[in-house]
């Protein structure tokens, strides 16, 4: 199979976060406690993108995400996330991510790279595998996210005329993996994480300890 279409790109990641998530969030003493992600402004002009994120406990959070390229290497990207908070604040968490993914992408070279040595071929399905550190700045119902790591890209079907400097610097497949997202969050930051429990608060957070 060379290429995914967007919907099977979705089946393929909704499954199995919605078999993970269902069986861990039960018993939480947190409410059900859903975000959404979009891409920041100033990168639509290179792609957008959304993630839905379910908070499973104070420490973890598990996210499935979805991503269109245009530019050079147009195209769509799905992927799973999770998150490991290590650290709070009244309004910051910091946390470490792991997330992996799979992709397709054509090639649209613009009209200064049809040379005699340009390289038509496209990528076709990718997979990729990232990891790093970020953190989220919360304001009751709204929030900002950045986040800065390694990612390592997979080309399923390779072929020699693939423009891979392109591809691996500025396209879907870039080594740096880093990123600022806004948010916003269906539940009262301050009120959900700690208000709603009796328990003692966790040393240096403000979140308190679950049962």
């Not at 992709?103 to 990718?126: I, M, N, V």
């Not at 959900?192 to 429990?197: A, C, D, E, I, V």
């Amino acid at each position: 199979m060379r290429k995914l279409s967007p919907g099977r790109l979705c089946l393929l990641f909704l499954l199995p976060v919605m078999l993970c998530v269902t069986p861990v969030a039960h018993g939480q003493y947190l409410p059900p406690r859903l975000s959404i992600h979009v891409s920041n402004p100033l990168s639509y002009a290179s792609k957008f993108g959304v993630k839905l994120q379910y908070r499973l406990s104070i420490r973890h959070s598990v996210l499935v995400g979805y991503r269109t390229y245009y530019g050079f290497f147009p195209g769509a990207q799905a992927s799973i996330e999770y998150h490991g908070y290590y650290k709070t604040w009244d309004r910051t968490e910091n946390f470490f991510y792991g997330r992996f993914g799979i992709g397709s992408s054509t090639y649209a070279p613009k009209a200064y790279y049809e040379g005699r040595d340009a390289k038509f071929a496209d990528p076709g399905s990718y997979g990729f595998l990232g990891a790093g550190m970020g953190r989220r700045w919360n304001f009751n119902h709204f929030f900002i996210e950045g986040r800065v790591g390694l990612k390592y890209t997979e080309i399923l079907e390779p072929n020699d005329a693939i423009n891979r400097n392109l591809f691996y610097t500025t396209g879907p497949g870039s080594l740096v993996d880093c990123g600022l997202t806004l948010g916003l969050q269906f539940f009262d930051e301050g009120r959900y994480m700690y208000s709603k429990t009796l328990a003692p608060r966790l040393p240096g957070s403000r979140f308190r300890r679950g049962r």
